[in-house]
């Protein structure tokens, strides 16, 4: 124990306390079902439960749920940690149909909040009711079909162009380029500009404070002491929530300086593509203003849980693709084949990047490329860039499969474990195959949000998921037929501790240009 606790035999001391008092006083109400208590997994321990598997690298928590969905197959099954509620994992696809169908009864709940309020605050991943309500309208507008068709004519092309252009000059000069990077770029540039009129990019301090911050909440959830040994440990944690912050009340800032300007004086120029964007521009970060009011805490809140939700879900995802690409050549190839082939029916030879874009980008929409999206949704299947998911009972209920599950009973989904299950995907549900994604006649096949929980599902299904693949299909098209990629790296890639699915390391890879016209 002293161990598990950095070598500290107070904390290890304090802990087995807490275990004890747990254990005698207030031990869980039951979850049963049919009037049987559920099964546990295999290992569980008399008291700790299955807490020191909680402790455990992120990694190894990820297999060990895999290895449970291949015990119980669909069956719910019940876990326990000391001084937490009892809590259930699902891997039936009708049991978590059931929780999107019922927002009201499964919530983020104290559970969630206590331990990502210093991170989101009321932003709309942790808001409820009215608060939700304002946030997710103000969201819509921002998403808009016509939002999007400046996206997808305008923004895309000029960011993707630029990378495109700088990736081409690097791969001259042999430099090995971290593509999560790359990405992380394209999307904090078109996030900062669309959505808040500023210009953001992947290295600024802003982002790796939140980062590091994001780390520390996820490791809130795997350590019931956290807020004890954070009194010991949380220095760089606060430090990073300061800059966190800072940056959060600068957007609004920034937003009500722009609104004034702009007001002032809406010069309109000859540049159609550029007027476009600007009418854009800031749009989410203003409707956040008008419908949040002068709260700047709350409209700054808001604005950060945006930004994580729609950057960095959407770079991690492209960073998993071109991974899998570079393993799967095949795959690249047939990629680049339906883009070509794509082009050539539109009498285009090969994309004219450069331009500062703001042409042709809807070349590769989303629905052109069914290949390319098979792919995509393939990446997201194996690497989900939401790895987990976690709801409380705000009362009590009982499941499709009969589990009874008391108030304030904890419900956990983890999207690796279901997304890898033999039942429903297959016996080669490890395997990357795109071709599982496509009718015999080469359609995309859809799937239902409870099959396939990537976009979550229900009310609260992710506001953004349109944006993603059309930001997905034309970055992974376009780089396909700029470049060749070669790993930088031995063996496998893996990713870090966070609420979302950054690669550790990023991923290093050498860049040789493939048509000369790019550059
Ligand atoms: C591949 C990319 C993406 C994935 C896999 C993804 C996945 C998800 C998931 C799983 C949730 C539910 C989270 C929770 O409440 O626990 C969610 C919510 C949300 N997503 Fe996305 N997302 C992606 C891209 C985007 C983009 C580009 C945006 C645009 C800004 C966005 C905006 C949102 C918003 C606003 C919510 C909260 C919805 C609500 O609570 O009503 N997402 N997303």
Redesign the pocket.
């Known amino acids: 124990m002293t161990v598990l606790l950095g070598g500290n035999g107070l904390l290890g001391l304090v802990l087995i306390c807490v275990l004890v008092i747990y254990y005698f006083l207030l031990r869980a109400p039951s979850i049963r079902r049919n009037d049987i208590p559920l099964r546990k997994p295999p290992n569980t321990l008399p008291i700790a439960g299955n807490g020191l598997l909680f402790l455990q690298d992120r990694e190894k928590l990820f297999s060990w749920f895999v290895k449970c969905e291949r015990y119980f197959g669909l069956e719910t099954f019940q876990i326990t940690v000391p001084t937490l509620h009892p809590g259930v994992v699902i891997n039936d696809p009708s049991n978590l149909d059931y929780v999107f169908k019922h927002e009201g009864i499964f919530a983020k709940g104290n559970f969630v909040k206590q331990r990502s309020w210093d991170l989101f605050g009321d932003g ?2 942790n808001a409820d009711g009215e608060l ?1 309500k304002a946030q ?1 309208k103000a ?1 819509s507008h921002f ?1 808009s079909t016509s939002n999007l068709r400046v996206l997808t004519d305008v923004a895309l092309p000029r960011y993707l162009n630029r990378s495109i252009e700088n990736l081409g000059e690097r791969a001259k000069n042999g430099e090995i380029v971290d593509l999560q990077l790359v990405f992380h770029d394209i999307t904090s540039l078109l ?1 900062g500009k669309m959505a808040y009129d500023m210009e953001m990019h992947a290295d600024d301090d802003f982002t790796v404070a939140f980062e590091h911050a994001s780390g520390v909440v996820t490791g809130r959830f795997q350590n019931p002491l956290w807020f004890i040994t954070e009194i010991f440990t949380g220095f760089g944690f606060r430090k990073s929530l300061a800059t966190v912050r800072r940056f959060g009340l600068g957007i609004v800032d920034n937003a009500v300086d722009g609104h004034r300007k702009s007001t002032e004086s809406l010069a309109q120029t000859d540049d159609v593509n550029g007027n476009r964007l600007d009418k854009v521009s800031g749009s989410l970060i203003q409707s956040l203003l008008a419908s949040l009011g002068s709260q700047q805490k709350l409209v700054a809140d808001a604005a950060l849980t ?1 930004l994580t ?2 950057r960095d ?2 770079a991690q ?1 492209l960073t998993w693709c071109l991974y899998l690409l570079m393993r799967n050549n095949f795959a690249m190839e047939r990629i680049r084949d339906e883009a070509q082939g794509l082009l050539k029916t539109k009498g285009l030879d090969i994309q004219q990047p450069g331009s500062d874009g703001d042409t042709s980008s809807s070349n590769f929409a989303p629905t052109f490329l069914p290949y390319t999206m098979a792919v995509f949704y393939e990446t ?1 299947r194996l690497y ?3 790895p987990f ?1 976690i709801r409380e009972c705000e009362q009590a209920t009982t499941l499709p499969d009969g589990t009874f599950l008391p108030e304030k009973a904890i419900i956990v989904w983890s999207l690796w474990a279901m997304n890898r299950s033999r039942i429903t995907w297959g016996e080669d549900a490890n395997v990357f195959n795109p071709e599982r994604w496509l009718t015999e006649d080469g359609k995309l096949i859809t799937k239902s949000a409870s099959e396939f929980p ?3 599902g229900g009310p ?6 349109r ?2 693949e059309i930001i997905a299909t034309q970055v992974i098209a376009t780089m396909a037929l700029a470049f060749d990629f070669t790993p930088a790296y031995e063996g496998e890639r893996v990713s870090k501790t966070s609420l979302t699915l950054p690669m550790r390391d990023g991923l290093p890879c050498y860049v040789k240009n493939r048509a000369p016209d790019y550059t």
């Not at 609260?460 to 998921?465: D, E, I, V, W």
């Open positions: 709309i991943i939700w997710r969201g998403l996030m945006y939700a729609g879900t959407t995802a997201l989900p860039p939401i998911e990537v976009f979550y609260r299904t992710c506001l953004g998921r944006m993603a």
